[in-house]
C-alpha cells in the first residue's frame, strides 16, 4: 500500500509540469516584461524594440520596458538574457552581429548564440547598400570590380570596426569578386560614410537610413544592394545577384529571443503577438520610415535561419583570417 502510494506520488510529480503548462501560458503575462537591447538608445536596433514593444504592450495589457544594456561589442547584454530566468520575462532584442557575426570572430564568448536562446521571431531585416563616391569612374558594380582589379591593393572600403557585420559582408564580395580591397576599419558607420564622401575610401557597404540621403543627394552612388531581391526603399538599385554574382546574399536583421527553456507555450504566445504587431498597418509604416523591412516568421524558422547565418559568417571569418580579440 504504502509502495502504491509512493508510486502514485512520483507519477503525479513527473506530470505537475505537464499539467501546469497551460496555466503558465494562460496567465502569461501577469506584470511586466523587460526587453534587452544590447546597444546604447538612439540606433536602430533601439528603434525597433521600441516601436514593436509599444504595439505588442498594447495588445498584452503589460508594459514592455526596454533596458539599452550596451558593451563590449554587444555581448554584455546579449550575455545578460542568457543567462535570465526563463520564464518568458526577460527578452533579447537580437541582431545579426552578437547572435550570427560574433561567434564567427570572437575566440570566445560567454554565451552560445544557439544553446542559450529560444529563438521567437525574426522583426525585421534590410540589406546593405555598396555605395562609392560619385565622382569614381564606375556606374554599375561590373565596372566596379574592372576597376578594382585593373589596381589590386589599391582600391579600400571602410566598415564600422574590424569584425564588423560589414567588414565580413565586403570580404564576402572580395571572395566572390576576386578582389584585393584593402579594409579600412573606423569606430562607426557616419565615420567611414564621412569619408567616402570626401574620397579617401573606395566604397563603404553601408546600412540603408546611414546612405540613402546620401545618394539622393547624388554624392554617393548606390550600385548593388546585398539582399536577394531588389530592396523597397532602394528598387531602382540592381543586386549583386543580378549583377553578375548569383546566390550572393548578405543581410542585417532584428529578432526577439527569450533564453533557452523557456516554455514553448510562452514562446508561441509572444511569436503570436509580435507577428500581430509586425503586420500593425501604423507599426509597419514606423519601421519602413527605419528603412527596414518586416518579417515575422515562425521559431521554428527563425532558429533555422540563424543556424545558416552562423555556418555562412564562419566561413567567411575563417577564410579572411578575421578574429577579435
Excluded: C
Excluded at 34 to 42: S, T
Excluded at 47 to 64: D, H
Excluded at 253 to 274: C, D, F, Q, R, S
Amino acid at each position: 500500500m504504502i509502495a502504491t502510494r509512493r508510486r502514485a506520488a512520483l507519477l503525479l510529480a513527473l506530470a505537475a509540469p505537464l499539467l501546469a503548462a497551460p496555466a503558465v501560458a494562460d496567465d502569461y503575462p501577469s506584470r511586466s516584461i523587460r526587453l534587452i537591447v544590447p546597444y546604447a538608445p538612439g540606433g536602430g536596433a533601439d528603434s525597433v524594440a521600441r516601436i514593436v514593444a509599444k504595439r505588442v504592450s498594447e495588445s498584452i495589457g503589460q508594459p514592455i520596458v526596454i533596458e539599452n544594456r550596451g558593451g563590449a561589442g554587444s555581448i554584455v547584454g546579449t550575455d545578460m538574457v542568457a543567462k535570465a530566468a526563463p520564464d518568458g520575462y526577460t527578452l533579447l532584442l537580437g541582431q545579426s552581429g552578437p547572435i550570427s557575426i560574433n561567434p564567427a570572430v570572437y575566440k570566445t564568448l560567454p554565451y552560445d548564440p544557439v544553446k542559450d536562446f529560444a529563438p521567437i521571431t525574426m522583426t525585421t531585416a534590410y540589406p546593405y547598400i555598396l555605395v562609392v563616391n560619385s565622382e569614381l569612374p564606375a556606374k554599375t558594380l561590373q565596372e566596379f570590380v574592372a576597376l578594382a582589379k585593373s589596381k589590386p591593393g589599391a582600391m579600400n572600403y571602410g566598415s564600422t570596426g574590424v569584425g564588423a557585420a560589414n567588414h565580413l559582408v565586403a570580404e564576402l564580395f572580395n571572395s566572390k569578386a576576386g578582389l584585393q580591397m584593402t579594409h579600412i576599419p573606423y569606430r562607426g558607420t557616419a565615420l567611414a560614410v564621412g569619408d567616402l564622401l570626401g574620397g579617401q575610401l573606395s566604397v563603404v557597404f553601408g546600412d540603408p537610413i546611414s546612405v540613402l540621403p546620401h545618394i539622393r543627394s547624388g554624392k554617393l552612388r548606390a550600385l548593388a544592394v546585398t539582399s536577394l531581391e531588389r530592396s523597397p526603399v532602394a528598387p531602382e538599385v540592381p543586386t549583386v545577384a543580378e549583377s553578375g554574382y548569383p546566390g550572393f546574399e548578405a543581410l542585417a536583421w532584428h529578432g526577439i529571443l527569450a533564453p533557452a527553456k523557456t516554455p514553448p507555450e510562452i514562446v508561441k504566445k509572444l511569436n503570436a503577438e509580435i507577428a500581430k504587431a509586425l503586420a500593425d498597418p501604423e507599426t509597419n509604416k514606423l519601421l519602413t520610415n527605419q528603412a527596414m523591412q518586416t518579417v515575422g516568421n515562425t521559431p521554428e524558422a527563425f532558429a533555422a535561419f540563424i543556424q545558416k547565418d552562423i555556418a555562412t559568417w564562419k566561413a567567411v571569418a575563417a577564410a579572411a583570417k578575421v578574429t577579435v580579440e
